[in-house]
């Protein structure tokens, strides 16, 4: 990517809190990482261990899911907006199932995540065709220079953590649809307020998320974070930084993953006042 192209990108994200479309792997690669997935999936059905892990924190556990983190075509747009020392924060499937009324609330990622500054970068690798139809994401165009206050509705049909909203009003009528191509990507700010309709198609509408951050970045309640470096280097040692995974589920990769993901659940559900619930989590 050359320097016009970034300095475009970046322009863009800062004014809007998002930009799209990113080519980043062919569509023949996009579908190659969703049938890997499914094996997966195909294994956890049979085994309770498998289904835990490949939920959250995949890039600790699936070799396939680490490497496409660090494909230049991902790294290169979020190094020029939040520069050369880049950590996967985190990483996980976003899948709707078709026909199904499961949908997103309007909301601001970093709002419960507990960081205690703004440079995190979205990645949103598409790995399925996403439209309208079967519950593309939505941006509310600059929404990131602001903060909203949430609401915890803790609603079934509310694929998020703890059902948390931000009512937008009449701004609703300014959303912009995120339509994507298998192996496109879309970035957002984590302030950017984003939802997401049900799926109402009969295809699965498949995403892989990778949330990156600065280095500089930290915890804000002091913990020590699981995060892999996957570009330039850790000056600061704010996170505990993890290794690539060994093989396809390797039980030490297996067990950093549950207490990453143990954590993760601590500092989102801090102050709910309700726990985790069995679900997946998605836009």
């Known amino acids: 990517m050359d320097a016009k192209e970034r300095a475009r990108i970046k322009a863009q994200y800062e004014a809007r809190g998002y930009h799209f479309p990113i080519r980043v792997m062919r569509e023949a690669e996009a579908l190659a ?14 085994d309770p261990s498998v289904a835990g892990a490949i939920k959250t924190y995949v890039n600790l556990v699936l070799p396939f899911i680490d490497q496409v983190t660090r494909l230049a075509a991902i790294l290169d747009p979020v190094e020029a907006l939040l520069g050369p020392d880049l950590l996967v924060y985190s990483a996980e499937f ?62 079934d049909s ?39 309709r049900a799926n109402r198609s009969k295809e699965r509408r498949v995403g892989l998320v990778i949330r990156y951050v600065a280095t500089s970045m930290r915890q804000a309640g002091g913990e020590k974070a699981a995060a892999m470096l996957v570009r330039g280097e850790d000056r600061y040692g704010h996170f505990a930084l993890a290794p690539r995974p060994q093989g396809l589920l390797h039980p030490d990769d297996v067990a950093r993953q549950t207490a990453a993901n143990r954590l993760n659940e601590e500092i989102i559900y801090r102050g709910a006042g309700q726990g985790p619930r069995d679900r997946a989590v998605g836009f």
Do not use: C
Not at 124 to 137: C, D, I, R
């Open 94 to 155: 976003f899948i709707k199932e078709p026909e199904t009324e499961t949908f997103v609330s309007w909301h601001q990622d970093l709002h419960y995540w507990g960081l205690d500054q703004d440079n995190e970068v979205t990645a949103w690798v598409a790995l399925s065709p996403v439209t309208v139809e079967n519950g593309a994401m939505r941006y509310l165009p600059g929404s990131h220079l602001k903060r909203f206050d949430h609401q915890d509705s803790f609603a």
């Open 33 to 46: 990482v969703r049938k890997s997935y499914a094996e997966q999936e195909a294994l956890a059905a049979d």
């Open 158 to 196: 509310n694929m998020l953590s703890r059902g948390q909203e931000v009512d937008i009003g009449d701004l609703e009528a300014e959303a912009v649809d995120v339509l994507l191509r298998p192996g496109e990507m879309s970035l957002h700010h984590g302030r950017t307020l984003h939802a997401s």
